[in-house]
């Protein structure tokens, strides 16, 4: 499939007082992708999303949409728009005024543009017959009638019908929220940003809006620049993951290979929890830990390089003893409802193992890995 | 805890009823009473032929010209007040906190003595003129010109505070929502900031329009008796050889059904207390 890019970030740099907060950053978005900024706190994920939606200008580097440079142009001249982190809904404003802000405070032209000429001709000639004069005046209701009409819609899109007229103080975190990506989407934004827009939200909530935010991507063909500290909400709604670290990218892909392939220790920390093992690559398809030589696959290092091997709990199996590779112990067992989560120490190195089996703390057990799900990185200097 | 700052405000609530609730109700008594000093405290009885001073064209002027000049401060310490808290709340300086501390500075100065200064610059042989040889404001003591400065000038402070206080309030936030929403920069302060400040102005103006409209001093020494007020009818009416309490007190209660209509307006608008700032 042959994709368009949309955004391209090229060497962009952004330092606040010497410290470098975005560094070298080269990205490129396509068409209508749900692609996901992850990564902690202060590791410039807000501040890159803050440089496409044109609130910050970065120090170095280009910011091209739709193959313009747009380093220079204000958030108002960009076909981007932003949900904010704690949504800033206009307090002096209810439901469906905040929802037609943007199109309320355009000019004729853009509106002309915005809705088509041809609706606009016809709501006239509804309202006022078909050889009246286009006067301003009467085109500023014709304006309004289709601007409170999209709004009305944007807030069914959202699931918030009947709620026009309250007031933002008087409306659910979970909906304030909502009406914040309304208050967006009504604009037909090529690009929507959202900044930690769930955080606030209660666990239950955060999981249905993440389904719901999916759907509308794929509903509307937007394409959705998502930040995030949650690994969890990455993995759900993104075609691609951008991890990130102290402003550098870590590693790019799609949720699949970014969990089963980490690129490096952090990036395998980061997502989800996992095992890392040292040892040594033999040979190809060969590698030796925990004392025993493994079947791999897919991996290529030079022979007798010393490797990190990435194990995620979930894909160790369980065996009985003799048919086991490893042996350990049980040293600790917490059920978690659909498995049981168990620290086995297998000659004093602790392994996070997953299995739907009970095992008691103190038992002993046998462990395998199938080949393709052994993963390998290179050893880094820490 | 609890019980000892409720001990800790008895006193205080003591204050209250003596010196402000009874003294209330006395003045809203003696105003319909025929009391003045020429009458004992056994011959007082209910009067209100006294208030047919309402409708002498003398107090009426002087009602007018209060609430005309109250009014006119108002409306320029807003629209002052206005620009100087919003010229603070956009810089970009550090500690504003010093600026706000300048502006209400010429408060830590005696009110009599501030506007004595004033009128001296106002006057025709003035310190500016004696100075330099010559004074842009030289000669104007005496007009409503120089009361309406000399109003402006005592109250703008009360003006320029609640109104930066309901700027700093507003989320920065709505501000980049604004501009991500397509506003320039124009149309986001008259669609998000202006009607977010409000409040923060109709505060101020409140509390620029009471003492104002209350007020005798500042229209005495700089309106050089052409300009009667309320306030100086009042003082009239107590510093007299006979000194008509029941006058006094009438125009008091008239002023203060202005001030508690004033205060409604407060409590409608000022719910998170900014004048208490």
């Known amino acids: 499939m042959h994709k368009k890019p949309l955004i391209e970030l090229i060497n962009v740099t952004k330092s606040y007082d010497g410290e470098t907060v975005v560094d070298n950053l080269n990205l490129t978005i396509y068409e209508n992708e749900f692609v996901t900024l992850l990564g902690p706190s202060g590791c410039g994920k807000t501040t890159t999303l803050r440089m496409i939606g044109g609130f910050v200008q970065p120090d170095e580097g280009k910011i091209v949409i739709n193959g313009k440079v747009f380093n220079d142009l204000p958030p108002y001249a960009r076909p981007i728009h932003t949900v904010f982190q704690r949504y800033a809904l206009f307090p002096h404003l209810n439901v469906i005024g905040n929802v037609a802000f943007g199109l309320a405070n355009r000019n004729h032209e853009y509106l002309l543009k915005f809705f088509g000429e041809e609706k606009v001709n016809l709501t006239f000639n509804d309202m006022f017959g078909k050889d009246q004069k286009k006067s301003a005046s009467k085109l500023n209701k014709v304006f309004d009638k289709l601007i409170e009409q999209a709004a009305k819609d944007a807030l069914a899109l959202v699931k918030l019908s009947g709620y026009e007229k309250r007031k933002i103080d008087q409306i659910s975190g979970g909906q304030q929220q909502r009406v914040a990506l309304a208050r967006a989407l009504v604009n037909k934004p090529q690009i929507l940003l959202l900044d930690e827009p769930l955080a606030a939200l209660d666990l239950k909530l955060r999981q249905a809006m993440q389904y719901e935010l999916k759907e509308m991507q794929l509903k509307l063909g937007i394409t959705f620049i998502f930040v995030t500290h949650d690994q969890e909400e990455a993995m759900t709604m993104s075609d691609r993951i951008v991890v990130m670290k102290d402003g550098l990218i870590q590693q790019l892909g799609t949720p699949k290979s970014i969990y089963n392939e980490p690129v490096n220790r952090y990036v395998a920390n980061f997502i989800g929890e996992t095992n890392i093992i040292p040892g040594t690559y033999v040979k190809k398809d060969v590698v030796h830990f925990l004392g025993t030589d493994f079947k791999c696959m897919g991996y290529t290092f030079n022979d007798g390089e010393a490797v990190d091997v990435v194990i995620r709990p979930e894909d160790f199996d369980v065996v009985d003893l003799e048919k086991a590779k490893i042996k350990g112990t049980v040293t600790f067992s917490l059920f978690k409802g659909v498995h049981n989560e168990l620290d086995v120490d297998v000659n004093g190195v602790k392994l996070m193992v997953n299995t739907y089996e009970t095992y008691e703390v103190g038992e002993s057990i046998g462990l395998t890995v199938d080949p393709y799900e052994i993963h390998m990185m290179k050893v880094e200097d820490v | ?277």
């Not at chain 2, 000399?150 to 009360?158: K, N």
């Not at chain 2, 409209?213 to 050089?224: D, H, R, S, T």
């Open chain 2, 1 to 277: 805890m609890n019980k000892v700052f409720k001990a800790l405000a008895v006193p205080y609530q003591i204050w209250l009823y003596i010196l402000v609730f009874i003294p209330l109700l006395a003045m809203v008594g003696i105003a319909i009473s025929n009391y003045d000093s020429s009458v004992l405290l056994n011959q007082i009885n209910v009067d209100l032929s006294h208030w047919s001073i309402l409708f002498q064209s003398q107090n009426v002027i002087a009602f007018r010209n209060s609430v005309v000049f109250a009014v006119l401060t108002t409306i320029i310490c807003a629209v002052l007040g206005y620009f100087t808290a919003y010229y603070i709340f956009q810089s970009k300086f550090k500690n504003k906190f010093i600026i706000l501390t300048i502006v209400i500075l010429p408060m830590w100065s005696n009110l009599i003595l501030r506007v004595d200064a004033l009128n001296n610059v106002f006057s025709k042989n003035n310190i500016i003129s004696s100075i330099f040889g010559f004074s842009p404001f030289g000669n104007i003591t005496g007009t409503g010109l120089a009361i309406l400065i000399g109003l402006v000038f005592t109250y703008l402070p009360f003006m320029i505070l609640p109104v930066y206080t309901a700027l700093e309030k507003i989320d920065y936030a709505l501000q980049e929502a604004a501009l991500d929403l397509g506003l320039t920069p124009f149309k986001k302060f008259w669609k998000v900031i202006f009607p977010l400040s409000l409040k923060g102005v109709v505060t101020g103006s409140i509390m620029v329009f009471l003492p104002t409209l209350a007020g005798f001093a500042i229209p005495k020494i700089l309106g050089k008796g052409n300009f009667l007020f309320i306030g100086n009818v009042i003082e009239n009416k107590l510093l007299s050889s006979t000194i008509f309490y029941n006058h006094g007190s009438l125009l008091a209660v008239v002023i203060l059904v202005f001030i508690l209509g004033s205060i409604l307006l407060l409590t409608r608008f000022d719910k998170e207390g900014e004048t208490l700032l």
